[in-house]
């Protein structure tokens, strides 16, 4: 089946230590993005990729990495410089190259800083 | 500063009735705007759109209005269904690769 599969679904994390999120979309979508969601806020858009070995931050891209080496791979790094790191976090995906908007998105994964 | 604001967390309606979900945007640029509809521990999906071109878009049981002057569009869904218990959230587009998204209404359909 199409789609994007993210993992873990639920991580928890030490104070200090780095984590990585994967995404894989077997979608053949160009753009690929970041998304993470807090409680009573809306999505916001942490970075986001329109090619491989190109992408972009988003509004809130500090204390995150990203990499774009394959079309269908977008991992996202939370390092030790994010402040506030717990967060339900969602990765999409949309086709070509111009944006109509229209994301497909991941189950989530839930990550929790102990 | 958000520019997408669902002004109400929550909406409960009767089976059978009408939902009616509220959006306001503040970027005059925005000429895309979007619903998704979100299950606990889901992503959202998409539920649809309307261009700014337009002012009403119809897919079976939902339909979004637009009203540009007033910077605001909202999702109507007759008749509600049981189902249609999810978080709704409203996104906007100046047609470029992002998408200011909305807080989110969630709905409960009571039986």
């Known amino acids: 089946d199409g789609g994007i599969t993210q993992s873990p679904k639920y991580l928890f994390r030490k104070e200090g230590q780095n984590v990585t999120l994967s995404c894989e979309q077997n979608?053949?979508?160009?753009?690929m993005y970041w998304y993470r969601q807090d409680p009573g806020q809306g999505l916001r858009l942490i970075y986001y990729?329109?090619?491989?070995?190109?992408?972009q931050k988003g509004d809130i891209a500090e204390g995150y990495s990203v990499s774009r080496e394959k079309k269908e791979s977008f991992p996202l790094t939370v390092t030790s410089a994010q402040k506030n790191p717990t967060a339900f976090y969602l990765c999409a995906s949309s086709i070509g190259s111009h944006g109509t908007g229209e994301l497909f998105f991941g189950e989530g994964s839930r990550l929790t800083v102990l | 500063d958000q520019q997408v604001k669902q002004n109400s967390p929550s909406l409960s309606v009767q089976e059978g009735r009408i939902s009616i979900l509220n959006c306001d945007y503040t970027?005059?640029?925005?000429?895309?705007f979007l619903w998704y509809k979100k299950y606990p521990a889901e992503g959202p999906t998409f539920l649809i759109s309307i261009s700014s071109i337009k002012d009403k878009n119809e897919d079976g049981r939902f339909t979004v209005f637009l009203n540009k002057s007033a910077k605001h569009l909202s999702l109507h869904i007759v008749p509600s269904q049981p189902g249609d218990s999810a978080v709704y959230f409203c996104?906007?587009?100046?047609?470029?690769?992002?998408?200011?998204f909305g807080a989110g209404t969630t709905v409960t359909v009571r039986a």
């Open positions: 990729s329109q090619i491989v070995n190109d992408f």
């Open positions: 970027n005059s640029m925005f000429d895309y």
């Open positions: 979608l053949n979508h160009d753009a």
């Open positions: 996104a906007a587009s100046a047609h470029d690769y992002k998408l200011s």
